[in-house]
């Protein structure tokens, strides 16, 4: 195979998604590109799924299948690593489905850049009947447009900029980030901050790479792991390991309840703040022993860093215009956390 065709491994966790694997396999096998391979690893299903595995593993030997030797998704992820022979590597959902240009347009970005680079695209859902959800509607418009702008490390802290079945990147970074060692949920939210704290750098497609298929029992509804889809945890101890300089003041922008949460957080990390808000309500007052302060002493504190955790979309904007006009960088000075 040309130097220009590497093998890509693609690695998809299986578990009881028989109604929905012919179509997702089938969008493999149908891609334009033709050298990869797909490690389909079995999560102990009770369904259809093994013999559906099987069926396509006979019709194509691209297809290798395995069961996992562990239980839920990242150690059945393990699992299918360790079988991987490609140089370069994709995920995927074994309910979702691909554009058959998918793989040949990652592998192409892939080769303008090389290695210490990881390529990802935009997204789009869909449902079998009735309508996708108002907020991965939200999710998708604003992945779309992450992607399109290459402003993944700059919106790293607001939500999952590089969703699990939605990039390709060479087996060496890979492994320099650890790979799917870390048994952490959500496994691709970590896996994008580890990346970042890596160096590796983010190469946005302005294309749909990927069809995510919305419903009610996906495990992102179900898992206790994902009900509170904030991930301030997470958030916070990436922060503290890559962004946090203890020798600048601290602000915290926000006193609702992304605030609040947030401030219990940082008195975890014993770490003094200002907390201020746009709400004249609150300033002067005490919560968790801390003074509220308006937003207008902002720029007094002197080489602060700001983290902002309101919610509202109009909010952050107005936020965002004042940080500007006062002269401060995003992921410098400051950082969205919601």
């Keep these: 195979m040309a130097v220009n065709q590497p093998l890509v491994s693609i690695i998809m966790a299986v578990k009881d998604t028989a109604p929905y694997l012919h179509d997702c396999i089938n ?34 030997a691209r297809v290798r299948v395995f069961d996992s030797d562990g239980y839920k998704l990242i150690p059945t992820l393990q699992c299918g690593y360790r079988e991987v022979r490609g140089t370069l590597l994709n995920r995927m959902d074994s309910d979702d489905k691909m554009p058959d240009y998918k793989i040949q347009l990652l592998v192409d970005e892939w080769h303008k850049y090389g290695k210490g680079h990881v390529i990802a695209g935009g997204t789009e859902h869909f449902v079998d009947e009735g309508e996708v959800g108002d907020g991965f509607l939200r999710y998708e418009r604003w992945l779309n447009e992450v992607a399109r702008t290459s402003t993944h490390y700059q919106q790293i802290y607001k939500e999952c900029v590089i969703p699990s079945h939605c990039w390709m990147i060479h087996k060496d970074d890979f492994d320099a980030v650890g790979a799917f060692d870390p048994v952490i949920y959500p496994e691709d939210y970590d896996l994008c901050f580890r990346m970042y704290k890596h160096g590796i750098k983010v190469i946005g497609i302005d294309a749909i790479l990927h069809h ?24 916070m101890r990436f922060f503290y390991e890559i962004d946090r300089d203890n020798t600048r003041p601290l602000v915290l922008w926000g006193a609702g309840r992304n605030g609040k ?6 008195q975890s990390y014993n770490d003094s703040f200002h907390w201020v808000s746009n709400n004249e309500k609150q300033i002067g007052k005490d919560i968790y022993d801390v003074r509220m302060q308006s937003y207008t002493d902002v720029p007094s504190i002197e080489n602060a ?4 955790v309101v919610s509202s979309p109009d909010g952050k904007k107005e936020i965002q215009a004042l940080l500007d006009s006062w002269g401060k960088e995003v992921v410098k000075d400051y950082w969205f956390f919601a």
Aim: charged letters at 30%; hydrophobic letters at 35%; glycine letters at 0%.
């Design 27 to 60: 969008s493999i096998i149908n891609q334009t590109y033709q050298n990869w391979e797909l490690i389909a690893v079995n999560d102990h299903s009770t369904d259809e799924t093994p013999e559906i595995l099987a069926a396509f593993a006979k019709q194509d």
């Design 212 to 235: 995510w298929r919305d419903r009610s029992n996906r495990i992102s509804r179900t898992w206790d792991e994902y009900k509170d889809n904030r991930y301030f945890d997470m958030k």
């Design 261 to 266: 949460d947030m401030a219990k957080i940082l």
């Design 305 to 308: 860093q700001i983290m902002i």
